[in-house]
């Protein structure tokens, strides 16, 4: 005889019904599952026990390693120990340097000519990742905690509409449930469920860390008028004023614009940001202070360490403009300054993106070759360039007059060059002269 498991109704003051279960384990079986960006800071574990309030889903946490180092240690046990069904720690830094940073890098993409991109470029590789974690398993939602003021929110979102315009979307800081307004709120709110957190709101920075680079707002960076307390906020490296008093030469190799190796180790693009860091950290190298536009309409002020991908982009900069001709450096730039714009507003899945990355890689068939410089105090100071396929010749720079050059034939040529000009300057003195 088959025994059917019973299971009643009863109406909510909002006029829903809610099934009632007659054990534990038939109601997690039931409950939908919530995939969670999960960080481990504040925002992120205050919204495990509150998704499991509001919406009663199962939690899984998913944490996607791009760097943050330290910041994964106790992780898993602090999302469990939080609610979390259970908590996945993936590892895509390689993933990450190679798809996602060095096309940026390639590109030589820097957003309004300061940010080199570190959390815009990370964003939708976690967007892409989660969306794999929610097929797997069989998840209808994607949780983030990205505020309704800032860039994140768009970046995450755009990234699973584009790969999973099916799954349900919960921003809590959008959503009316969500009551929370402050820090100070939110501690209390985990405080109150028994869970400890290694920070408080009054000694925390916002921060967001990968193996590129870490960012800083809040505490004094909320006014730009206020001087960063870099002996308390610096987390990479030093300020100029305390690097060391001697300079550091290193010597990097590129092939078709990616880095090969650094003073003579050959390694992946991984360990060799890893050893930038390691060495523009102890420079100084790499620590701006920005008041940036971010894509809601408002200014923010944050400090952003990127010390080992300043070098990075310099180096390549470096080579690229030995290698390169003038009209394709040129429109390189406008290339630049749009895939900035592109990976900073979180389109990283759109066509545009992938078009201009197929010009960014062709035009750096060539960028091939060794790069030397010296670190010191905050500087990135030349020290010799190198390429088979350079396209600078010593004896056309020369003031040395060569066969393949007549000073004579620069006469012709600026006539022409100038000949718009001379004419409206010419016809401007006729008409003057009625």
């Known amino acids: 005889m088959i025994v059917q498991k019973q299971k009643s109704t009863?109406?909510?003051?909002?006029?829903?019904?809610?099934?009632?279960?007659?054990?534990?384990?038939?109601?997690?079986?039931?409950?939908?599952?919530?995939?969670?960006?999960?960080?481990?800071?504040?925002?992120?574990?205050?919204?495990?026990?509150?998704?499991?309030?509001?919406?009663?889903?199962?939690?899984?946490?998913?944490?996607?390693?791009?760097?943050?180092?330290?910041?994964?240690?106790?992780?898993?046990?602090?999302?469990?120990?939080?609610?979390?069904?259970?908590?996945?720690?993936?590892?895509?830094?390689?993933?990450?340097?190679?798809?996602?940073?060095?096309?940026t890098v390639m590109a030589d993409a820097v957003y309004e000519n300061k940010y080199l991109l570190g959390t815009s470029f990370a964003r939708p590789l976690i967007g892409k990742v989660l969306v794999d974690i929610a097929r797997k398993e069989g998840a209808t939602a994607i949780c983030h905690g990205a505020t309704g003021k800032g860039n994140d929110q768009l970046r995450f979102e755009l990234a699973i509409k584009a790969l999973a315009p099916d799954i349900r979307?919960?921003?809590?800081?959008?959503?009316?449930?969500?009551?929370?307004?402050?820090?100070?709120?939110?501690?209390?709110?985990?405080?109150?469920?028994?869970?400890?957190?290694?920070?408080?709101?009054?000694?925390?920075?916002?921060?967001?860390?990968?193996?590129?680079?870490?960012?800083?707002?809040?505490?004094?960076?909320?006014?730009?008028?206020?001087?960063?307390?870099?002996?308390?906020?610096?987390?990479?490296?030093?300020?100029?004023?305390?690097?060391?008093?001697?300079?550091?030469?290193?010597?990097?190799?590129?092939?078709?614009?990616?880095?090969?190796?650094?003073?003579?180790?050959?390694?992946?693009?991984?360990?060799?940001?890893?050893?930038?860091?390691?060495?523009?950290?102890?420079?100084?190298?790499?620590?701006?202070?920005?008041?940036?536009?971010?894509?809601?309409?408002?200014?923010?002020?944050?400090?952003?360490e990127t010390p080992g991908g300043t070098i990075l982009m310099e180096a390549h900069k470096q080579l690229e403009e030995l290698v390169l001709d003038r009209d394709t450096l040129d429109f390189k730039r406008h290339v630049g300054i749009k895939f900035a714009d592109l990976v900073y507003e979180g389109k990283w899945f759109c066509p545009i993106r992938e078009c201009l990355q197929a010009f960014i890689v062709k035009s750096d068939e060539r960028v091939t070759g060794t790069v030397k410089f010296k670190l010191y105090k905050g500087n990135i100071i030349k020290a010799g360039t190198t390429s088979p396929y350079t396209l600078y010749s010593e004896s056309l720079a020369s003031f040395t007059t060569g066969d393949l050059y007549d000073h004579k034939d620069a006469s012709g040529?600026?006539?022409?060059?100038?000949?718009?000009?001379?004419?409206?300057?010419?016809?401007?003195?006729?008409?003057?002269?009625?």
Not at 13 to 40: F, P
Not at 86 to 102: A, L, P, S
Not at 274 to 285: D, Q, T, W
């Open 10 to 103: 009863e109406r909510t003051d909002h006029n829903t019904e809610r099934t009632v279960y007659k054990n534990q384990e038939e109601r997690n079986m039931s409950k939908e599952k919530v995939i969670l960006a999960y960080s481990g800071g504040l925002d992120t574990t205050a919204i495990i026990p509150w998704l499991k309030e509001t919406y009663d889903y199962e939690v899984i946490c998913a944490c996607i390693d791009v760097g943050q180092e330290s910041e994964l240690d106790g992780l898993e046990e602090r999302a469990k120990y939080s609610g979390a069904a259970k908590c996945y720690i993936i590892d895509v830094v390689d993933e990450f340097c190679e798809n996602y940073i060095m096309p």
């Open 413 to 434: 040529f600026i006539n022409l060059f100038g000949l718009p000009m001379k004419v409206r300057a010419m016809l401007d003195q006729q008409r003057e002269g009625k």
């Open 169 to 304: 979307i919960i921003a809590c800081w959008r959503d009316p449930n969500w009551t929370f307004d402050s820090r100070e709120s939110e501690l209390e709110y985990v405080a109150s469920k028994g869970i400890d957190l290694p920070f408080d709101a009054k000694h925390s920075y916002s921060r967001d860390r990968n193996i590129w680079h870490i960012s800083h707002e809040g505490l004094e960076l909320e006014s730009p008028a206020n001087e960063p307390n870099y002996d308390d906020l610096l987390v990479l490296g030093v300020t100029p004023e305390k690097a060391p008093d001697e300079g550091e030469y290193v010597e990097m190799t590129f092939e078709a614009g990616v880095p090969k190796s650094v003073n003579g180790k050959e390694m992946k693009v991984s360990d060799i940001i890893r050893e930038l860091n390691r060495l523009g950290g102890k420079h100084g190298i790499g620590i701006i202070d920005i008041v940036e536009n971010r894509v809601v309409g408002m200014k923010s002020r944050g400090v952003y």
